[in-house]
């Protein structure tokens, strides 16, 4: 499948105003996710919130829907949280109180490029149960060792936890080859897809996750306070909601509860149908593109970014990996990346900064404070490319002025 460029860039209103290269941080929506959006306020306003809600109910299903035929599952097994970080610790915190109950001795296994809430709340479990958090080594190229994971599950790993693509910079870790160890070794696998969930096919059967997590606005281009919650089927029937609520469970004629067993359990009774819808809208616009053929333009423009910067006096690349995304990392010598990102955003280019408090056991095992991060996405342009990187290499002649 092709990408018609004029048709998704006239579908998308800010392409009229900004060179965006902030997808990582937060993407674009297109028309047709604000229009899902608005009409749904509207009509709540209008018609009555609970009255707006009932009406779309259909719409609301088809969230679920097209998130599960996005990740190769079953809607049952899909979940929809409020961000990534509050998708990953419900995954996280539940599966801890269930099936997943550490003791001490257990181990549980990541990588340097881990997000830095998902590691804070390992290390907090873990100190809590007397269990402990072990890093995958990495390789010359920052990847993850498959033969270092091979060797480090054993009976006392309880869980692995990997984040797919590093926020701070273009890798792309080895989720299928992890998840194939985990499989036959039979350790739960729980992957922070919140960079490559809207960039890149993610298959939860090809990967061999057992839990999977991603925000809605990054790649996948939803409105801000949308996550999404992959639990395997077989993960959920022996799970144990920590926060209960309406959607939980069922209270039996006999006193006892009934806990529901769909992944809807994990969810907030209440929510923002508006966003739901919104987000629906823009996984049925991911669709309609073409997963493989939206990775196939961002890794093109991704390649272009990447010579470009190469070309420039100054500019340091940052980017790791044996396999790269949209994210492209750099640093410029003896300049804050605060000064050029904001020397671009008075030019209406995006683009953002990637700090150790985010990414910590990897910059600080790189020796990083911070990088500047443009992450492309499929409306972006060879030509605003271009631009950034003339605005770059003018801001990069300033160093030391
Ligand atoms: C890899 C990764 N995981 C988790 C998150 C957190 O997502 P959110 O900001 O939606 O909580 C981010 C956000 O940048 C991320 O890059």
Redesign the pocket.
């Known amino acids: 499948m092709t990408i018609d460029i004029g048709q998704l860039r006239a579908d998308t209103p800010g392409c009229e105003l900004v060179r965006h290269f902030n997808n990582?941080?937060g993407s674009l929506p297109p028309r047709q996710v604000l229009d899902a959006v608005i009409s749904h306020l509207q009509r709540e306003a209008l018609q009555g919130p609970v009255e707006a809600g009932n009406a779309a109910a259909a719409a609301l299903d088809d969230t679920y829907v097209a998130a599960a035929e996005m990740l190769n599952c079953r809607p049952e097994e899909i979940a929809i949280a409020e961000?990534?970080?509050?998708a990953?610790s419900v995954a996280f915190s539940h599966f801890a109180v269930g099936n997943g109950r550490l003791r001490a001795g257990d181990r549980i296994l990541t990588s340097a490029s881990e997000?830095a809430?998902?590691y804070i709340a390992l290390l907090d479990t873990a100190r809590a149960t007397g269990a402990t958090v072990d890093l995958i080594p990495t390789g010359p190229d920052g990847t993850p060792s498959i033969d270092a994971l091979r060797e480090m599950v054993g009976e006392r790993v309880r869980l692995i936890a990997l984040?797919?693509?590093?926020?701070n910079g273009g890798m792309v870790n080895p989720a299928a080859e992890v998840g194939a160890i985990a499989r036959s070794a039979g350790i739960p696998f729980l992957l922070?897809a919140?960079?490559s969930v809207g960039q890149m096919k993610v298959d939860v059967e090809a990967i061999g996750c057992d839990m999977l997590t991603a925000?809605g606005?990054?790649f996948l281009r939803a409105p801000r306070g949308t996550?999404l919650i992959y639990i395997r089927q077989s993960l959920l029937e022996k799970m144990r909601p920590v926060l209960l609520d309406n959607s939980s469970g069922t209270l039996g004629d006999d006193g006892r509860i009934v806990f529901a067993r769909d992944a809807r359990m994990l969810e907030t009774n209440e929510n923002a149908r508006a966003l739901r819808l919104g987000l629906g809208a823009a996984i049925r616009y991911a669709l309609g593109l073409g997963l493989d053929a939206i990775e196939t333009r961002i890794t093109e423009l991704a390649g272009h970014l990447r010579r470009q910067l190469a070309g420039i006096d100054g500019i340091v690349l940052r980017d790791q990996g044996l396999r790269q995304s949209g994210i492209v990392s750099f640093t410029i010598d003896d300049m804050p990346a605060v000064e050029v990102r904001d020397r671009l955003y008075a030019r209406q280019i995006n683009i953002s900064v990637g700090g150790a408090a985010?990414t910590p056991i990897d910059m600080k095992a790189r020796g990083l404070t911070e990088i500047l991060r443009a992450s492309v996405h499929v409306y972006n342009t060879e030509h605003e490319i271009d631009e950034l990187c003339r605005v770059v290499s003018e801001t990069a002649k300033r160093r030391g002025h």
């Open positions: 990582a941080g961000s990534g970080s509050r990953w997000w809430g998902n984040t797919h693509v590093a926020a922070d919140a960079q925000p606005r990054k996550g985010y």
